[in-house]
């Protein structure tokens, strides 16, 4: 039997473990776009970096509105799927603290640093996404 | 160092193993909306079904534009993004069968019947994604 998750518990599920979001947006011509980030958790907002040039920061620049999807892919199926916000910080000292966070929870905490410094620098975005909607089933095939 | 696919590489990798696709569609208010789905392989084309009621179901009927990712969530990480056009078949003989080898892909061959009859019925969408753009890239954090 399919079990469904409230928010918190949807996103406990989605930071158990460092599980790649697939990011939505949408691009100028009206299409959607879907891309895999790393994230972190900040409280009850999901972090992530990205380039201000890329498709994905030029989109979030024209529109806060993002989703993002989560899911174990091999049976009994599992899915989070969060609506939210976008709020984009550019702060150097937050940006590079988050990144190393981010960093470190996919590539091991040794490598933190390198990736604060990597990827903490001008041109990199910080971007803070508040839910305002989410959705977690678990044991969707059983 | 990463390494970039073409498209029929990239198609191979998606179908190496039974991945789920992370369907991006656009909602009525013009927001991202990012869901899991099921994909078979018919040659060039990406196959799911979904419901005629469903969020995705709606989306594709307002705009056949689509956008499907599938990633490895774990070191060294990568992703294919195929942009499509959705063309959606009743036909249900074609719904059937292709509800019956998505099923049996992602649950077992044995499995394959029951879903054909669940989710070959009425009300059931066949939805054959036909890629205008497709990136592939491997061992990204290489």
């Known amino acids: ?4 998750l409230t928010p918190p518990e949807s996103l406990d599920w989605v930071f158990a473990r460092p599980r790649t979001a697939k990011l939505g947006t949408v691009t100028a011509s009206g299409a959607p776009h879907v891309a895999p980030i790393w994230v972190a958790r900040d409280g009850d907002r999901i972090v992530f ?3 201000a040039d890329t498709a994905k920061g030029k989109a979030l620049a024209r529109d806060p509105r993002v989703s993002l999807c989560f899911d174990d892919e091999a049976p009994p199926f599992a899915f989070v799927i ?3 916000t976008a709020e984009i910080s550019e702060e150097p000292e937050a940006l590079r603290h988050w990144a ?3 960093g470190g929870r996919y590539m091991g905490e040794d490598q933190a640093e390198a990736y604060g410094e990597r ?5 990199e975005l910080l971007v803070f996404v508040t839910p305002t909607k989410v959705v977690g089933v678990l044991d969707i095939a059983d």
Chains 1, 2 share one sequence.
């Not at 990827?119 to 041109?123: K, M």
């Open 119 to 123: 990827n903490g620098v001008p041109g």
């Open 82 to 84: 969060v609506s939210g």
């Open 1 to 4: 039997m399919a079990t469904t």
């Open 49 to 51: 970096n990205t380039g």
């Open 100 to 102: 190393g966070v981010i």
